[in-house]
């Protein structure tokens, strides 16, 4: 049992960063596999970004890949999205998600827990 609360959207201009936050309950926050998910007006929810359980390795969506970086902080019970060079198509409500286990999937349905998502707005 996890729940997740994420923060740290809002409205920035293209070319700009933003860090989103995800904050966990629970105790064993170390045995999830973290991964971050978005999803625009109209579209279905698509893989961003993953993490494994301590940390050391990563994953990332080709449409992601050198502008975003995931990370997490196990004493913290946090995982971060650090978003720069942000373009307009990375506009989106992003989810972070929580799963057992150990494989970085990119598949939403292998995802037991969600939080209530952040919106992202990159404006042109």
């Known amino acids: 049992q996890v729940q997740l609360v994420e923060s740290g959207g809002g409205l920035v201009q293209a070319g700009g960063s933003l860090r989103l936050s995800c904050a966990a309950s629970?105790?064993?926050?170390?045995?999830?596999?973290m991964g971050w998910f978005r999803q625009a007006p109209g579209k279905e929810r698509e893989f961003v970004t993953a993490?494994?359980?301590?940390?050391?390795?990563?994953r990332y969506a080709d449409a992601v890949k050198g502008r975003f970086t995931i990370s997490r902080d196990n004493t913290k019970n946090t995982v971060y999205l650090q978003m720069n060079s942000l373009k307009p198509e990375d506009t989106a409500v992003y989810y972070c998600?929580?799963?057992?286990?150990?494989?970085?999937?990119?598949?939403?349905?292998?995802?037991?827990?969600w939080g209530q998502g952040t919106q992202v707005t990159v404006s042109s």
């Open positions: 998600a929580a799963r057992s286990g150990t494989y970085m999937s990119q598949d939403l349905r292998d995802y037991d827990y």
């Open positions: 629970g105790r064993t926050f170390s045995n999830y596999v």
């Open positions: 993490i494994n359980r301590s940390g050391g390795s990563t």
